[in-house]
């Protein structure tokens, strides 16, 4: 806000309103561009809906893979502090994201299906940022890169994901670092495959959260991780509720088992030893 002179000579509290282009809220936030990019296929209202919420968990997606890049990248440093921010950003992100699913949540088969057919063969499944968020989480496949064969830009930045450490990675080095028992073969393991439970880190996290006092810090990151693990779970288990009321367990538009893959993933846990290590402390 700026201060203009009046006839007195007194300042004004009016906002600067002449520019020679456009205004520097649009040059920095781009609204104009954010704001035309929705193009309904259908005559239906409730495809706008559709469009601009699903858009919105796209930014979301984004936002959050940049969270988890930074903490991956302090993790590696040995800067906790730092990676403990991001995670605890990324917490309220998470958040924000699965109320997305508010908007569709209510949706009838009659609503869904007035506009399902605009979709074609598109899916959510298909989603290239949702798919760096998955590997992130050690959730790797080779095959999730054959959708994006054909855009080599994102087929790149995939790839390069799938052969990177995942977040659980880098923290599971960062307690080796520390002197913790950490196998080897999880250290050296293929980091383009799914990352698979180890009772041995079971054993690891279980040993931190038994002696709070003299392991405060990484039971604080165990904690931060734990309420990551469990938003993604809500995230997985809103879809497949939004889905079911939306169109039952008819097939899914990418061409999946719909409800009953959603079903499928809902099931899963990230990070899967900090959640039975409790069972032993």
């Keep these: 806000?700026?201060?203009?002179?009046?006839?007195?000579?007194?300042?004004?509290?009016?906002?600067?309103?002449?520019?020679?282009?456009?205004?520097?809220?649009?040059?920095?936030?781009?609204?104009?561009?954010?704001?035309?990019?929705?193009?309904?296929?259908?005559?239906?209202?409730?495809?706008?809906?559709?469009?601009?919420?699903?858009?919105?968990?796209?930014?979301?997606?984004?936002?959050?893979?940049h969270e988890?890049?930074?903490?991956?990248?302090?993790?590696?440093?040995?800067?906790?502090?730092?990676?403990?921010?991001?995670?605890?950003?990324?917490?309220?992100?998470?958040?924000?994201?699965?109320?997305?699913?508010?908007?569709?949540?209510?949706?009838?088969?009659?609503?869904?299906?007035?506009?399902?057919?605009?979709l074609g063969e598109g899916s959510g499944f298909q989603s290239a940022m949702y798919r760096r968020m998955e590997f992130l989480l050690g959730e790797k496949s080779a095959s999730m890169l054959v959708p994006h064969k054909a855009a080599p830009r994102v087929h790149a930045e995939l790839e390069k994901a799938l052969y990177q450490p995942s977040l659980y990675d880098e923290v599971l080095r960062l307690l080796a670092r520390r002197g913790l028992p950490i196998p080897q073969d999880v250290l050296d393991r293929d980091l383009s495959q799914k990352y698979e439970p180890s009772p041995v880190i079971e054993e690891t996290w279980a040993g931190i959260y038994a002696d709070q006092d003299q392991n405060g810090e990484l039971v604080r990151l165990g904690e931060a991780l734990t309420d990551i693990g469990e938003l993604v779970w809500r995230w997985r288990n809103d879809h497949l509720v939004a889905t079911r009321r939306a169109m039952g367990s008819k097939t899914g538009t990418g061409g999946s088992a719909g409800v009953a893959w959603l079903e499928k993933r809902a099931r899963k846990n990230v990070f899967p030893e900090l959640w039975t290590a409790r069972s032993h402390v």
């Design 1 to 65: 806000m700026s201060t203009i002179p009046d006839a007195s000579g007194a300042g004004s509290v009016d906002p600067n309103l002449d520019f020679a282009g456009t205004t520097p809220y649009e040059d920095y936030v781009q609204a104009d561009v954010l704001t035309h990019l929705q193009h309904p296929l259908s005559d239906d209202p409730g495809e706008m809906v559709f469009l601009v919420t699903t858009q919105v968990m796209e930014l979301w997606f984004t936002v959050i893979v």
């Design 68 to 118: 988890w890049e930074t903490a991956s990248r302090a993790l590696r440093e040995d800067r906790l502090p730092v990676a403990m921010d991001a995670l605890k950003r990324s917490v309220r992100e998470l958040e924000a994201l699965n109320h997305s699913w508010r908007p569709l949540s209510q949706l009838t088969p009659a609503q869904f299906n007035a506009y399902r057919s605009a």
